[in-house]
């Protein structure tokens, strides 16, 4: 629907056209762009406040009605796991470094195997508010808070990283220095924030529909400018880009950045825990009535996940079309390969119409708060359930516990903001930054489920050790450049002696190897069935 109306403003001359030449050109954001930006905010928080109102219980609050649509549910997954890092990661991916990672697709039908007919007919039995129930009634109390715990470390790192890139970005669009990245972190985590802690789940999965489209028009409007400005599809590549890195299919150098075979077994096993850890997917299934529909949920986050990936990964390649034609459209300061993430942002400001250019922001706006909103109400939930509740300090009345939930929401949110500012510090692309720290619990949380499911002699210690070596795995293959020290590539370029494609897969077998030894050799349960 958005492409429809942008590619209606395109064709018919007004206001917004009636000053542009036929290239694409700007000048940074108009005052017109920043009125549609507003309007977006604006209409989101409306959203939050209209559910707030139909709201009686923390279980509305958190799992909507257990009988929401499907493919509702299903966006809303895919809304959640792409944020503004994926939405800018992509393009700057495959424009600076090359496409092999588009072929992190080809795992997802053995990922649907997988989460629909072993992980979902499991959890769905059970009609949980937080995900780390389940992991009491077979590992203990210490193993459900272990869960819970792990997983808001997560959220509030991946959500205050998200926050900082957002505000980067952003700094590129407005020509401002990055003393305004606070300011900028502070307005965007403002209206996500309002609007989850009034609306709770119906508001998120409602404005990650509207969101998704936003983004994703976005996107195909760039794609259709460019090639209106190229005079067809001459921007695709029918080569190799002598820019790009060497990808090859396999390698036995681990410090090769990516492989083939490293980036299937990393969407692998990243979609694989996502799904089966994570309490912002587990909650969304259980926002459904049935495993056949949570399995409708899943394959709609699958195939959406298909459609924007290869059209982000497309917008990379025409911003190095783009800018290859025009090279005296791209600033000094900005190299196509070694400031790559930076060049669509860039074209989004200073390239597009006024208006479009507005449009195309508040798509970035719209991926940041569809991970915030989901991130903030999960680890409110889990907070609740797994803390609060669980400890029998909950208020009297269902009317002070949706009010609890809803302060604790904020409350949140206002954290990773303020934490966000610290994000700056961890080196690489916004692909590697967001691996080496969206990676580094993911498994670890899996698997504590994949423990208390699959393993019959699994122990509490034995469990609580594993988590300990996986967890200790995956930091020491993220920063182990830092660590070990740096080697330099035959281009001259420093890399990890350890890809960072290489941390969810390694992390997770040594987790479960570890974890299943020291469950042998520690049966002792004690730990397990330990009370607060």
Not at 384 to 389: Q, R, S
Request: neutral net charge; proline residues 5%; aromatic residues 12%.
């Amino acid at each position: 629907m958005l492409t429809v109306v942008l590619l209606a403003a395109v064709a018919l001359p007004g206001p917004v056209w009636a000053d542009a030449p036929a290239e694409l050109t700007g000048k940074g954001l108009a005052p017109l762009d920043w009125a549609i930006i507003g309007a977006y905010c604006v209409g989101t928080i409306a959203l939050g406040y209209y559910y707030s109102r139909r709201q009686t219980s923390t279980h509305e609050y958190f799992v909507g009605s257990g009988r929401m649509n499907p493919v509702l549910v299903g966006v809303s997954l895919f809304a959640t796991l792409l944020s503004t890092i994926s939405y800018l990661s992509m393009p700057g991916e495959s424009l600076g470094k090359g496409p092999v990672y588009l072929a992190s697709l080809l795992a997802l039908p053995m990922v649907f195997v997988v989460v629909s007919f072993v992980i979902l007919p499991v959890y769905m039995k059970q009609r949980v508010t937080s995900a780390y129930e389940l992991l009491e009634a077979r590992l203990g109390y210490s193993i459900r808070m272990l869960g819970a715990g792990m997983f808001i470390s997560l959220r509030l790192i991946w959500m205050s990283l998200l926050i900082y890139l957002t505000a980067k970005a952003l700094t590129v669009m407005l020509g401002v220095g990055p003393d305004w990245i606070p300011w900028i972190a502070l307005a965007t985590g403002f209206v996500a924030v309002i609007y989850t802690s009034l609306g709770g789940l119906q508001a998120v999965v409602i404005t990650d529909l509207f969101q998704t489209l936003l983004l994703y028009g976005g996107a195909v409007t760039v794609l259709i400018l460019i090639s209106m400005d190229l005079g067809g599809f001459s921007w695709f590549p029918t080569s190799w880009n002598p820019s790009w890195d060497t990808q090859p299919i396999i390698s036995t150098n681990l410090s090769t950045r990516v492989t083939l075979l490293g980036t299937l077994l990393n969407y692998f096993t990243w979609y694989v825990c996502t799904a089966g850890g994570d309490q912002t997917s587990v909650q969304r299934f259980m926002a459904v009535s049935d495993a056949k529909a949570a399995r409708r949920a899943y394959a709609t986050q699958l195939i959406v996940s298909v459609i924007v990936t290869l059209t982000l990964g497309l917008v990379g390649f025409a911003l190095m079309g783009y800018f290859e034609a025009h090279p005296e459209r791209l600033p000094a300061a900005l190299d196509l390969k070694k400031n790559a993430d930076q060049v669509f942002p860039h074209f989004i400001a200073y390239e597009l119409p006024v208006g479009i250019s507005g449009l195309v922001v508040a798509a970035m706006f719209a991926a940041a708060m569809s991970s915030i909103d989901s991130g903030v109400n999960s680890i409110t939930a889990v907070v609740m359930t797994d803390v609060l509740d669980r400890h029998g300090w909950t208020p009297k009345t269902e009317k002070q516990h949706v009010l609890t939930a809803r302060l604790l929401a904020f409350t949140i949110g206002a954290t990773v903001v303020y934490a966000s500012s610290t994000m700056g510090a961890i080196p690489g692309n916004i692909t590697a930054v967001t691996t080496k720290t969206a990676n580094l619990l993911t498994t670890p949380i899996f698997a504590l489920f994949f423990f208390a499911v699959f393993v019959p002699f699994a122990s509490p210690l034995g469990v609580w050790a594993g988590a300990f070596a996986g967890t200790a795995t995956a930091i020491l293959i993220a920063f182990s450049g830092p660590i070990f020290g740096f080697v330099t590539s035959p281009s001259g370029a420093k890399l990890d002696p350890i890809s960072f494609q290489w941390i969810a897969p390694i992390a997770f077998a040594v987790n479960v190897a570890f974890g299943s030894l020291m469950s042998l050799l520690l049966p002792d349960n004690e730990l397990g069935v330990q009370e607060p």
